[in-house]
């Protein structure tokens, strides 16, 4: 029988849908400036589909109150995806075919390749999907614009870490998807850097993870950390294993999980875990974003988190595209000003564009998770 929670689930997406693509029906509500997006507003992702969001939209309001874009004002309209491909290649196609100017902020690995067809297809860009998979930046897709770093990249500079300060023995727990083969890469070449090999390496089933088989296999090699490539509910409740099985391991995992919502998840094993981070430290006022994007949270009332940087920097890349896209902006005149955009100084961190190179940044740093709950640097 279906629940009343299932069932509520299921009556607010398609609430949620519904209003959504009215808004942009509806002439007379649709802003002049209309952004799409689809992303796990439920599911396992949601907290930090929602802390981007937030983040973004910070950004947004900034803009919007200022006059907007040109004497335009930009309004995102978010359809709920769940975390499923199949229903963010609809979504997409809805928002798209209601008139989006652009795609923008949409979550994880399997469900950008499911979309990308359509950008070509449509010749709409896309703008800071929150993935680092390597796909997107090569070969350079002409409608694919990123903005934070690749998930090789960031498992690479993990390893690269753990065998700084010691450790020895390092056991890998990945999503068996394409988000997990691809960020694995960048671990395996860490450890060949520092001349060692994992002691252990097991993959999870992304629609029904089962730690139960599996967290027994990797701790008999007794690790000494042991580096989670997944997102959000599921890495939750794989840390959550490892120390229910009496492992002291130090806990890794990527930036894909650095917001609150996932400190939540973790409770009281939260202290002490290591995320990656693709973005400045949120609380680095020497750096203009960062000190803007505090005072826009300060003055909303909102906590500025990793993830919520994430939106605002992602959302003042698009906006900057947009500004140089021509007073009456198309999906053609925004593709071309961010590829020719060069290199755009965002507020003590640089990007850049060009015909060869759609990355944006390659910025890598650690975190910590103390004692409060907050991540430290």
Same mark, same amino acid.
């Given at each position: 029988?279906?629940?009343?929670? +299932?069932?509520?689930?299921?009556?607010?997406?398609? =609430?949620?849908?519904?209003?959504?693509?009215?808004?942009?029906?509806?002439?007379? %509500?649709?802003?002049?400036?209309?952004?799409?997006?689809?992303?796990? &507003?439920?599911?396992?992702?949601?907290?930090?589909?929602?802390?981007?969001?937030?983040?973004? !939209?910070?950004?947004?309001?900034?803009?919007?109150?200022?006059?907007?874009?040109? /004497?335009?004002?930009?309004?995102?309209?978010?359809?709920?995806?769940?975390?499923?491909?199949?229903? =963010?290649?609809?979504?997409?196609?809805?928002?798209?075919?209601q008139g989006v100017i652009a795609l923008f902020l949409n979550r994880g690995t399997p469900?950008?390749?499911? #979309?990308?067809?359509?950008?070509?297809?449509?010749?709409?860009?896309?703008?800071?999907p929150s993935t680092g998979a390597m796909a997107l930046h090569k070969p350079v897709h002409?409608?694919?614009?990123?903005?934070?770093?690749?998930?090789?990249?960031?498992?690479?500079?993990?390893?690269?870490?753990?065998?700084?300060? /010691?450790?020895?023995? #390092?056991?890998?727990?990945?999503?068996?998807?394409?988000?997990?083969?691809? %960020?694995?890469?960048?671990?395996?070449?860490?450890?060949?850097?520092?001349? !060692?090999?994992a002691v252990a390496h097991e993959k999870y089933d992304r629609a029904t993870p089962d730690?139960?088989?599996? @967290?027994?296999?990797?701790?008999?090699? +007794?690790? +000494?950390?042991?580096?989670?490539?997944?997102?959000?509910?599921?890495?939750?409740?794989?840390?959550?294993?490892?120390?229910?099985?009496?492992?002291?391991?130090?806990?890794?995992?990527?930036?894909?999980?650095?917001?609150?919502?996932? #400190?939540?998840?973790?409770?009281? #094993?939260?202290?002490?875990?290591?995320?990656?981070?693709?973005?400045? &430290?949120?609380?680095?006022?020497?750096?203009? @974003?960062?000190?803007?994007?505090?005072?826009?949270? +300060?003055? %909303?009332?909102?906590?500025?988190?990793?993830?919520? @940087?994430?939106? &605002?920097?992602?959302?003042?890349?698009?906006?900057?595209?947009?500004?140089?896209?021509?007073?009456?902006?198309?999906?053609?005149?925004?593709?071309?000003?961010?590829?020719?955009?060069?290199?755009?100084?965002?507020?003590?961190?640089?990007?850049?564009?060009?015909?060869?190179?759609?990355? /944006?940044?390659? &910025?890598?740093?650690?975190?910590?998770?103390?004692?409060?709950?907050?991540?430290?640097?």
């Amino acid at each position: 029988m279906t629940s009343f929670r +299932q069932r509520a689930s299921r009556l607010f997406t398609v =609430a949620f849908t519904a209003a959504a693509l009215a808004a942009l029906a509806a002439p007379s %509500a649709r802003a002049d400036i209309t952004i799409g997006q689809t992303a796990g &507003y439920t599911g396992t992702v949601a907290a930090s589909v929602k802390e981007a969001t937030q983040g973004a !939209k910070l950004y947004f309001d900034i803009v919007n109150a200022g006059g907007g874009v040109n /004497g335009q004002k930009i309004t995102l309209v978010s359809l709920d995806d769940k975390f499923d491909a199949k229903l =963010a290649v609809t979504n997409a196609k809805a928002l798209i075919d209601q008139g989006v100017i652009a795609l923008f902020l949409n979550r994880g690995t399997p469900l950008t390749q499911a #979309i990308m067809p359509l950008l070509t297809e449509h010749r709409i860009p896309l703008v800071a999907p929150s993935t680092g998979a390597m796909a997107l930046h090569k070969p350079v897709h002409p409608w694919l614009f990123n903005v934070r770093a690749t998930y090789q990249r960031e498992a690479e500079r993990t390893i690269e870490h753990l065998s700084l300060i /010691g450790v020895e023995r #390092i056991a890998i727990l990945q999503v068996d998807d394409s988000f997990g083969e691809d %960020a694995v890469v960048g671990a395996l070449h860490g450890l060949s850097k520092v001349n !060692k090999v994992a002691v252990a390496h097991e993959k999870y089933d992304r629609a029904t993870p089962d730690f139960g088989p599996l @967290v027994p296999k990797l701790l008999a090699s +007794q690790p +000494q950390a042991v580096l989670f490539i997944g997102s959000g509910t599921a890495v939750v409740q794989g840390m959550k294993a490892v120390r229910a099985a009496g492992s002291t391991a130090q806990l890794v995992t990527l930036s894909n999980n650095a917001s609150a919502g996932f #400190i939540k998840g973790l409770g009281d #094993i939260a202290y002490g875990v290591i995320v990656s981070q693709v973005f400045p &430290y949120e609380r680095s006022i020497a750096k203009p @974003v960062i000190k803007e994007a505090l005072e826009a949270a +300060q003055k %909303a009332g909102i906590e500025l988190t990793p993830t919520t @940087v994430e939106g &605002y920097v992602s959302a003042k890349v698009l906006v900057e595209g947009l500004k140089h896209a021509g007073k009456q902006p198309t999906r053609q005149s925004l593709r071309d000003a961010l590829e020719n955009m060069g290199h755009f100084d965002l507020g003590g961190i640089e990007l850049g564009y060009s015909a060869k190179d759609h990355t /944006g940044l390659d &910025y890598v740093d650690l975190a910590i998770i103390d004692q409060s709950g907050k991540f430290r640097r």
